[in-house]
């Protein structure tokens, strides 16, 4: 039929994955069998491919290790029985590739880096975009616009963290069991028409309604990416490509107050809106074109890949380098959410201690998103509007640089503790500056400078708790989840108590309980070295050690 189409057309559309984008359609699940799972024709189908010989071949050596002689500051060494003499000498700090990575491999980790890291960067930057503009507003009208008063600023951020707090709990169950790349996207457009809705708020309580919904649909976000991450990444890959993904929460804090000093200088009062409204309103935009190409770029898992730019032989690869870094993707048909197995684990495991401890030190280690940075340069009273935020956007700006640094070292030195150490070590030094107070201007400048430091690890915590538990998809989900809750909650209500916007611009508390946490940090990531070595050293064979000397001293 001349000038249309016809009903098979529409059909090959949805079968051929290039035709599916050429048309416009969604991905969809291609049901790609596991090698050990298979028939033998889906085996034979296999075999066919040319990277069958690596996928079925493991060049992994065993070693063998006498540990009589053993040196306390082994114990220093994180990657002692996580791999192997053979697997480490692959290891090159300069290389982003490790030296045994197949051009199969290299293909299949820049695919990923393109569609999943990249995509991440975008998504956390229009969240923090959404996120932090609050602040931003603030000092641009929005205080006298609304009648905020005393601390309406400080519960209003508390609003939203409950809102986030609130809608993690389902994804214990959601992140391994629904498909991520349709439940991230339709996430993203929810909370920007909330953000859009911002911008219509008469007075507190109407705001802090927008704020509430827009923490409920960002809720998952940053535990969903750090859970795709974990899914698709080897040990000694993960944190730069979350670190990647974080830079994104420093471009949202950096370009939210560049653009809403841009805004507030060309469309204050435009059509009779003020800066701040505009903001909300561009922002929305923003955030909705970034939710439509989520649709498209986020892959799904290995087990249950939807995405149109990933081969069937890149996705049973895929499952190959989960194997060599012993992470599991399969969760038991026969398993349910509410399995005892799985609670008792919890339960009864160090992992949900140890690692919510440390993770609300980790939440609770950064003074960046009370705003007091720019409600001290306000303070000043010499700068305009739309300087105040401009300048607003020199700390996140810099802390790109600590947290390139911070991801880089973790991965490419193999030591997670040392880079946390380091990055804490200037956060310290930053926050007891500003507890003091009556320091020179230009201390105080340096000072805040360092604010970002403190969650410059966030990327290496996350990480490393991937690699803890990346025996069981499942397990995993719930132990993320669960520790982010707890950490959350915590500054929902500390928050509160240090930051009360009436103590600005000095907050005394605040400064000084952000250098405590950070310290306590510090600390308790040794407790969690003791406990992830004892782990590893039991699972040294699975990790292709073999102890020879069994009455060495425990790690």
Known sequence: MTGGFSVSAI????????????????????????????????QDSVKESPVYEHIVDDKSSVE???????????????????QNSKQRSAHKWYHWFNQDDTPEERKLVIKLDILLCFYSLMAYWVKYLDQTNLNNAYVSGMKESIGMKGNDL??????????????????????????????????????????LGAYRATNVSHLEAMRFFIGLFEAPGYLAYMYLFGSWYKVDEIVRRSMVYYIGQYLGVLTSGLLQGAIYNSLNMKNGLEGWRWMFIIDAIISIAVGIIGFYSIPGTPRQCYSIFLTDKE???????????????????????????????????????????????????????????????????RYSTGKVNQLGAITPAIGILWLILT???????????????????????????????DVPEGAKWFAFMLQYTGWAMAPVLYGWVNDICRGDPQYRAVVLVTINIMAQTSTAWISVLVWKTVEAPRFLKGFTFTACSAFCLVLWTFVVLYFYKRQEKQASEKNGIVIVDKKSPKA
Not at 64 to 82: L, V
Not at 331 to 336: A, G, L, N, S, T
Not at 420 to 436: F, P, R, T
């Open 315 to 381: 996705i049973l690869l895929a499952r190959k380098r989960l194997k060599d870094n012993k992470t599991g993707y399969n969760v038991p048909p026969e398993r349910h959410f509410f399995d005892r197995a799985i609670w008792k684990k919890l339960l009864t495991s160090w992992h949900i201690y140890v690692l919510s401890l440390w993770d609300i030190f980790c939440w609770n280690n950064n003074n960046g998103t009370s705003g007091a940075y720019l409600l001290w340069i306000k303070s000043l009273k």
């Open 11 to 42: 059909g090959s559309a949805f079968k051929d994955p290039i035709s599916r984008l050429k048309w416009g359609f969604l991905p969809v699940e291609r049901d790609v069998p596991d090698l050990k799972e298979d028939s033998d024709d889906d």
């Open 407 to 437: 991801g880089c070292y973790a991965d490419f030195f193999h030591s997670r503790w040392q880079a946390i150490l380091l990055s804490q070590v200037l956060n310290i030094i930053g926050n007891v500056i500003l507890a003091v107070w």
């Open 64 to 82: 063998f290790r006498d540990e009589s002689n053993r040196k306390w500051w082994k114990f220093f060494d994180e990657y002692e029985y996580r």
């Open 154 to 195: 400080v519960h209003t951020q508390a609003v939203f963290t409950v809102g986030t707090i609130v809608f993690q709990i389902p994804f214990m169950y959601i992140l391994y069991k629904v498909p991520l790349s349709y439940v991230l996207p339709t996430l993203d457009i929810c909370w920007s028409l909330f953000t």
